[in-house]
């Protein structure tokens, strides 16, 4: 199980997204471009001294990304709040990269379109999203649940 970014926007997202990486032994992703400067010091209060400890991959663009999960025959989860099926009647295997959007505009059309399962956390109705490290630790949790890959 992995856990890409796409062009996050909220440093305070990404460190404690890479935080609870760090924490499970997942591999993360970033793809950039953040709309931050991206650096140990920008990570630092939410990802405290355990986003150093996280194995970290960035991708200068979506194209790259892309191109390393192709070659890598990884599977695309794509967390949205438009998914398709609803998370706790998602099956998820053990090498799935779930794919999370930027804050303020989640992914474009183009990524939707390469996702090979799109998955929505279930909510109350009138509510829009999650905080998007919260909805990563939500999907994780279930992801490594049901592949038994949590820590043992």
Request: a neutral charge.
């Amino acid at each position: 199980m992995e856990i890409a970014l796409f062009q996050p926007d909220i440093a305070g997202n990404v460190g404690t997204t890479l935080r609870t990486a760090a924490c499970f032994g997942v591999p993360a992703h970033i793809i950039e471009p953040c709309g931050f400067p991206f650096s140990d010091g920008a990570l630092k209060r939410a990802g405290m001294d355990y986003a150093v400890r996280a194995n970290v991959r960035r991708h200068p663009d979506w194209d790259g990304f892309r191109q390393w999960s192709a070659d890598a025959g990884r599977r695309l989860v794509l967390l949205t709040t438009t998914g398709a099926t609803p998370l706790p009647g998602f099956v998820f295997e053990a090498d799935d990269v779930l794919l999370l959007g930027a804050e303020s505009s989640g992914v474009p059309p183009y990524v939707h379109d390469a996702a090979a399962a799109r998955v929505a956390i279930p909510m109350q109705p009138g509510f829009r999203s999650l905080n998007v490290a919260v909805a990563a630790g939500i999907a994780l949790a279930e992801a490594l649940r049901q592949t038994k890959g949590f820590p043992a």
